[in-house]
């Protein structure tokens, strides 16, 4: 008798081992994944077209004297939280928050009051 008892505890115990098993592994990998996903759609719905413009090289002119010399080579001109606000026609607190995410993950960097792309600063060497 207590060996029947044994059996039907046994196959109790069978079915929710696997189910634990399965809650244990959902429970350990999916934030992570949910957070994975979230982070990809935050990038491409809202920063990556704050990467697109500062990803866009543009040059000052070197202008000394009220004269503009062409033979000098171009400095690059950094993008401003407001310009890119405006091109989006985004807020300049989200356009900032998508500046900092971008930073964070190395797409973006700061120099001065302005924005490049790592992108532009490596090609330039300025490291």
């Not at 040059?59 to 939280?81: F, H, Q």
């Not at 490596?122 to 490291?127: F, Q, R």
């Amino acid at each position: 008798m207590i060996w029947r008892a044994v059996i039907v505890l046994l196959g109790f115990l069978k079915s929710w081992i696997g189910a634990l098993i399965a809650i244990f592994a959902a429970l350990y990998y999916g934030p992570k994944k949910m957070l994975e996903t979230w982070d990809w759609y935050v990038y491409r719905f809202r920063d990556y077209d704050v990467y697109e413009i500062i990803d866009q090289k543009r040059d000052k002119e070197t202008v000394v004297g009220g004269k503009v010399y062409t033979n000098v080579p171009p400095i690059p001109a950094p993008y401003s939280v407001q310009e890119i606000a405006g091109k989006l026609r985004r807020k300049e607190s989200s356009v900032l928050r998508s500046l900092k995410r971008l930073k964070h993950s190395k797409k973006a960097e700061q120099r001065g009051d302005g924005w490049f792309s790592a992108g532009i600063v490596e090609s330039l060497h300025w490291h």
